[in-house]
């Protein structure tokens, strides 16, 4: 799971974008209202993310 801030100006999106095309088990979550350090939508993705691997495991 990739989770990036389209707002974080301190990295392109390009970076895990191709990260994401080049391996196939990787799913990339854009965060439209969040920069380099995070917002509520952030937080909330990260925390499903963490619940979902938690399930798989």
Do not use: N
């Not at 196939?24 to 350090?37: F, M, Q, R, Y």
């Amino acid at each position: 799971m990739l989770i990036r801030g389209r707002l974080d100006l301190g990295s392109p999106l390009k970076t895990p974008w191709e990260l994401a095309k080049a391996w196939p088990d990787a799913e990339l979550k854009v965060i439209d209202d969040s920069g380099h350090t995070g917002s509520p939508t952030m937080q909330v993705t990260i925390l499903t993310a963490i619940a979902r691997f938690g399930e798989s495991g």
